[in-house]
Nanobody, 125 residues
Framework: VQLQASGGGLVQAGGSLRLSCAASGRTFSNLNAGWFRQAPGKEREFVAGINWSGSTTAYEDSAKGRFTISRDNVKNTVYLQMNSLNPEDTAVYYC???????????????????WGQGTLVTVSS
């Protein structure tokens, strides 16, 4: 599976961005997907995840209420709508997918088998 993340950019605090992750190479609807981020000098962390059908989602605490993960299995794309952005959200955002479907969302990056190249989100104060 090849994953291509896009949608990053520079936004002011309080603004919004929508990230997209387009998948190709195999049936995307069989894969769980997630978004992770890595800020400068910090470890990569889980942001949000969604199961293969879109019926189950999970969020890191600071993302709850501000970010929404969704997917369109016809378009083979996963989205991350980010609202009320603040400078602490500045990071490279990576999309990832698993080899097998599950109704449980893992927050560990080692659970994900496929990774996109990352898209930079910069939030100015």
């Amino acid at each position: 599976v090849q994953l291509q993340a896009s949608g990053g950019g520079l936004v002011q605090a309080g603004g919004s961005l929508r990230l997209s992750c387009a998948a190709s190479g195999r049936t995307f609807s069989n894969l769980n997907a997630g978004w992770f981020r890595q800020a400068p000098g910090k470890e990569r962390e889980f942001v949000a995840g969604i199961n293969w059908s879109g019926s189950t989602t999970a969020y890191e605490d600071s993302a709850k209420g501000r970010f929404t993960i969704s997917r369109d299995n016809v378009k083979n794309t996963v989205y991350l709508q980010m609202n009320s952005l603040n400078p602490e959200d500045t990071a490279v955002y990576y999309c990832a997918a698993t080899k097998t479907p599950s109704n449980l969302i893992s927050k560990r990056d080692r659970s994900y088998d496929y990774w996109g190249q990352g898209t930079l989100v910069t939030v100015s104060s």
